[in-house]
Nanobody, 121 residues
Framework: QVQLVESGGGLVQPGGSLRLSCAAS????????MGWYRQAPGKQRELVAA???????NYADSVKGRFTISRDNAKNTVYLQMNSLKPEDTAVYYC???????????????WGQGTQVTVSS
């Protein structure tokens, strides 16, 4: 089995910062792309940022210049540093990873359980 465990969400004032972490564990052969999505109440889930195994990144226009995605391949962990947070960043943030499993040598799409980020004064 494979698990993605997120941490780092919480309540922050506008202009503040938070750092999200997501660690993958279990029967993992390798991890390809990793990313963060978010879903606000009444809205569809949207991509926030993604990073390939080689370190190439992609960001939603709404977070460019404020958020930074990074990963530690040795720890199977992806991070999202969020700066200059705005109320419209309030959402549940989900970690996503494309993982090759040892048991089946096939690639699967995994999701974390989600972590709440609330930006409010």
């Amino acid at each position: 089995q494979v698990q993605l465990v997120e941490s780092g969400g919480g309540l922050v004032q506008p202009g503040g910062s938070l750092r999200l972490s997501c660690a993958a564990s279990g029967s993992i052969f390798s991890i390809n792309a990793m990313g963060w999505y978010r879903q606000a109440p009444g809205k569809q889930r949207e991509l926030v940022a993604a990073i390939t195994s080689g370190g190439s990144t992609n960001y939603a226009d709404s977070v460019k210049g404020r958020f930074t995605i990074s990963r530690d391949n040795a720890k199977n962990t992806v991070y999202l540093q969020m700066n200059s947070l705005k109320p419209e960043d309030t959402a549940v943030y989900y970690c996503n990873a494309l993982i090759w499993r040892l048991a089946t040598m096939s690639e699967y799409d995994y999701w974390g359980q989600g972590t709440q980020v609330t930006v409010s004064s």
